[in-house]
């Protein structure tokens, strides 16, 4: 039977490759509700989708931060029945916390954390009714790790993860499974998006030293880790097409295995000491650093890779 699959944010980047990959599955298991906030944007998707579209990919308009577009969305569907919810719409947020107005933090998490209470309320009292159901939810390795300048976005992803961890245990004696997509980079619109409010962003709301260590040290740091970590949103969707085949899938899922050990360190330290220092010493010293602490990234994860085996 087919499976139908509820996917947010798919006018681009992951959304829009997930739910492609999903409708042009080989095996044609799944129904792809794609959705977007504003279906005028659905041009880059119906190209991609092909021949798909109409027939294992319909699109719909919702908006995680309306209540009701969620429910009309999810009450047009045949028996309100959604088999796996796929919540990825969200948005990034950089820059010195002085710099930014309490407003745009407040849109942050309205889109990030409470779109995903939205959709999470509206599709799993279902889910409990038939005792089945998915729900994959894209938060970051910045869900686990924050990261300088990424104070906000990092903390509405802590609060996805706060959540799902939580509800996690109920859905287990639901028989409902949940799975947290953890990405490093992935090069998208975010990343030109976030970029493009860094530089016309009004820094006279910090200190020079602030807004110095955030234009010269931060954001050629970041470029450089897009463009040598970066993953492709396709990538990412093939790896959401295995968490969701699988019989069993995780609760957790890296999609880029260079940053375990990054966060491995996390755990590895309850004084919190070990990650700081690590992140300290790649960002400011990352000229030196930075090449030689992806070589260390890439020998701590065969070590890991090894001793798992
Ligand atoms: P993107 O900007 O291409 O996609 C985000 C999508 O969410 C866009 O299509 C946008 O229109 C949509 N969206 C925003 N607000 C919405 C709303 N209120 N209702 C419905 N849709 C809305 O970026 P992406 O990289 O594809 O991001 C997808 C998810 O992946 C996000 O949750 C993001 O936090 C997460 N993520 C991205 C990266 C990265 O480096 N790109 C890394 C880790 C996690």
Do not use: W
Not at 6 to 12: A, D, H, I, M, R
Not at 18 to 46: G, H
Not at 252 to 276: C, E, I, S, V
Not at 297 to 308: A, D, E, N, P
């Amino acid at each position: 039977a087919t499976r139908r699959v509820l996917v947010t944010g798919c006018s681009s980047g992951i959304g829009l490759a997930v739910a492609v990959r999903l409708a042009k599955d080989e095996l044609q298991r799944f129904k792809v509700v794609a959705t977007m906030r504003d279906v005028e944007k659905r041009a880059a998707l119906e190209t991609a989708a092909g021949e798909t579209l109409g027939r294992s990919l319909e699109i719909h308009q919702l908006d995680v931060c309306c209540e009701d577009s969620i429910r009309e969305c999810v009450n047009s569907l045949p028996g309100r029945r959604l088999d796996i919810l796929v919540s990825n719409a969200g948005m990034g947020m950089i820059g010195p916390l002085e710099c930014q107005s309490v407003k745009c933090m407040q849109d942050v998490f309205n889109t990030n954390f409470f779109g995903l209470v939205r959709l999470v309320k509206e599709v799993l009292p279902d889910m409990k009714r038939r005792q089945s159901g998915h729900i994959v939810v894209m938060s970051s390795v910045m869900g686990i790790q924050g990261l300088l300048f990424n104070d906000v976005y990092a903390a509405s992803k802590f609060a996805v993860e706060g959540l799902c961890e939580s509800l996690a245990v109920q859905a287990m004696t639901f028989n409902i499974k949940m799975t947290l997509v953890e990405p490093g980079p992935v090069l998208t619109e975010f990343e030109r998006k976030v970029y493009e409010d860094a530089q016309n962003m009004d820094l006279s709301g910090t200190d020079d030293e602030t807004a110095r260590i955030f234009r010269e040290i931060y954001l050629p740091y970041s470029g450089k880790v897009f463009s040598s970590l970066g993953q492709r949103p396709e990538e990412v969707a093939e790896q959401i097409l295995e968490l969701i085949v699988s019989k069993d899938p995780p609760f957790r899922h890296q999609t880029n295995r260079l940053y375990t050990p990054m966060t491995a360190m996390k755990h590895a330290d309850p004084t919190g000491r070990l990650p700081l220092d690590a992140f300290y010493r790649i960002i400011f010293q990352h000229d030196r650093l930075f090449n030689a602490s992806l070589g260390f990234m890439r020998f701590l994860q065969k070590r890991m890779t090894k001793s798992k085996v």
